[in-house]
């Protein structure tokens, strides 16, 4: 096998352009110059359409885990009660966090690749009363799952509870809608649709999720938002010293992602999922997220005595194709084919591709070129 | 006036070379794989003499801050006393994240631009009994002096108690001995001596501090160092998604460190601060740390009636050299110039140069040249 070129199909992180790789190699500068305040309060701007608000975006030197304890830490006080959905690892997170610092979580429990039922969400609300705060993701990326934030959203605006919502993986992905959906913190992260490396969080609060960060004791300090909004909306910075060359990328990014054009970049998603799903039906793969899949990743599920584990080992060690198998409950039995930010529909022949290869080497039978006929079908026939 | 090339010369960020930037800019890959394994064991093995440590060095997706927070909720618990030097805004810094997360700060204060004396530390110690830790800079950046750590490194040995270094302006600038000199918890960032930008912070503990973290209560996620150490040590990975191209251009400037050899970085940052300091004197400043001056960052005070706002403003503005100001009561009194990683002595003779030429268009009265001439002197006699 001659060399071959390495792609990047993971969960997160995700490809960067090559226009982003060099923004990010300009010389840096100081954080506290007019011209980082213009890169900073450009890249915030243009960050308001993909959260679906006209709230301040906050950006914060921190992975997205980062984003979502700040969620915590500002909103809630020790001892108050809050229901989370757990519908995967990321679901896990919210109730690992509310644990850490001493808030009483509820969980709402929902199966592995199922979107948690606005009645669920509703009943818990109904059984536990003292319970003000939900969370949850919009994008579950274990799972490959999402949940209806707008039904969800309207549950929590009628009973005037406040909504935190991960959106590590939707943010860019598909539509936000933080103002319209009632959502009162929306946190993402760098590494998926804004086509950045690791290290940026970024999180939106409603006006009351605003008002009452200014009375919710919790301690914080690297992770302050009042501190932050102050500094970055008042002073046009960051109140600890800003990852500057992330910053410079991600306002390159968010240009190159609005001169496609939100819905065109939307629509992008959708085609490259549908297509990675078709692709996986007609090989005999299950959908471990058939009602509710993600348009962020997608996983598909092997037959029983194929270990993904080695499916996703060969597709990289051999192949130069880096996907993801399962966590947890799913490990052995998932493959997770990441479809965010810089790719495109033909790069999907590639990962369906070399997956083929890596389940025939695993002793699967199927028909060869059958995942890679569907790609490019759906390419032809569109969303 | 043609175009004017850029220089930053501010205490932090600090330059970074070309071939760390390009390094950044290579294809991010997933962070849990062993090609980033593989980086991110080589740069925190690289770390380890530049820490002066055969401990863990771990790495955190935050600024230096960060890793500041993360000493303090790993190592201390509500309602412990502390003892903590402030000799200025990063001294002052340990005293507001005690105070945050419900510790008991004792404050040891020092004049601006003066070292703490061992004998202060140890009557706060005896006045104190039972503050158990103690925090201090290595290197207080605001003031530009250094702190004797080694002294006081043998009293917290000789009183049992745990020593917390902040070396954000220290490690990589001059030399660190973290096991020999007693340090218990030594925390670094990376855009200052370590030639990259902001987003990376970096703790390494010694064998008691593991042992103190590991009963600490304090609630932490994001940063729970049993966490990352578990993550960094054992599974070759971070606990939370890595800042992937911020480890890459990490490693590489290691490679570069350890070519030139740390030796002679030392000595580079020793001569470009003397010869700085020499320049200062020879135009009629005067040195705000003139006892205990950092190697990192040099403090040079105006006469009355000259604004170093002004001044600072000038020289980016319109000479395109990025020095920084006084802070709080060094408000308009003081001229900080940075001489950190990626600086040769040579650069020195850009920053006098633009710095004689901003104080006399303040209205400074001064012998033009004569700075830059003692930086000439200063480079051919060696330190």
């Known amino acids: 096998m001659p060399t071959l070129k390495k792609y990047l199909f993971t969960p997160g992180p995700a490809p ?3 226009e982003v790789l060099l923004e990010m190699a300009r010389p840096v500068i100081h954080h506290r110059t007019p011209e980082f305040s213009k890169t900073l309060d450009e890249a915030r701007a ?14 914060l030197a921190s992975s997205g885990t980062g984003a979502m304890e700040a969620a915590v830490v500002n909103l809630l006080a020790p001892d108050e ?3 989370f959905v757990n519908g995967g690892k990321f679901g896990e997170r919210w109730g690992k966090l509310l644990t850490t610092y001493g808030m009483v979580p509820h969980e709402v429990k929902v199966e ?22 939900m969370l949850v993701q919009a994008s579950e990326t274990s799972t490959c799952a999402v949940h209806p934030i707008p039904a969800i959203g309207e549950i929590a605006k009628r009973r005037g509870v406040m909504l935190i919502v991960d959106g590590i993986t939707s943010v860019g992905v598909f539509e936000q809608k933080m103002d319209a959906w009632g959502i009162d913190a929306l946190v993402t992260g760098s590494q998926k649709a804004l086509m950045l490396p690791p290290g940026l969080g970024m999180i939106a609060l409603s006006p009351r999720a605003w008002d009452k960060a200014k009375s919710v004791k919790t301690p914080r300090f690297y992770f302050d938002l009042n501190r932050e909004l102050k500094a970055q909306r008042d002073e046009h910075t960051t109140a600890w010293t800003a990852a500057v060359s992330l910053i ?28 990675t799903r078709e692709a996986g039906l007609a090989l005999g793969l299950g959908l471990i997220a058939p009602e509710t899949p993600a348009p ?20 990289r060690d ?14 052995g039995k998932l493959v997770r084919i990441g479809h965010m930010g810089d790719v495109s529909p033909f790069d999907m022949l590639i990962a369906v591709s070399a997956l083929e290869m890596a389940l025939k080497f ?13 790609v490019q079908a759906r390419i032809g026939a569109g969303v």
Chains 1, 2 share one sequence.
């Not at 948690?116 to 536990?128: F, G, I, S």
């Not at 051999?318 to 947890?328: E, M, Y």
């Not at 695993?362 to 569907?374: D, F, N, P």
């Open 16 to 18: 960067v352009p090559p």
């Open 46 to 59: 243009r960050l308001k359409p993909l959260f679906g608000t006209a709230q301040e975006v906050l950006l």
């Open 81 to 83: 009660h809050a229901v």
């Open 112 to 133: 592995w690749g199922r979107a948690v039922r606005p009645e669920q969400v509703e009943d818990a609300l109904k059984q536990h009363p003292e319970a003000r705060t």
């Open 248 to 275: 410079f990328g991600l306002n390159k990014s968010l240009e190159l992602i609005h001169a496609e054009g939100l819905d065109r970049v939307y629509a992008r998603h959708a085609l490259m999922a549908q297509a």
């Open 296 to 315: 962020s990743v997608t996983g598909l599920l092997a037959p029983n005595g194929i270990d993904t584990g080695k499916v996703v080992k060969h597709m």
């Open 318 to 331: 051999q192949l130069g194709v880096s996907v993801q198998g399962g966590q947890d409950q799913m490990k």
């Open 362 to 374: 695993s002793g699967m039978e199927l028909r060869m070129g059958a995942g890679v006929a569907a």
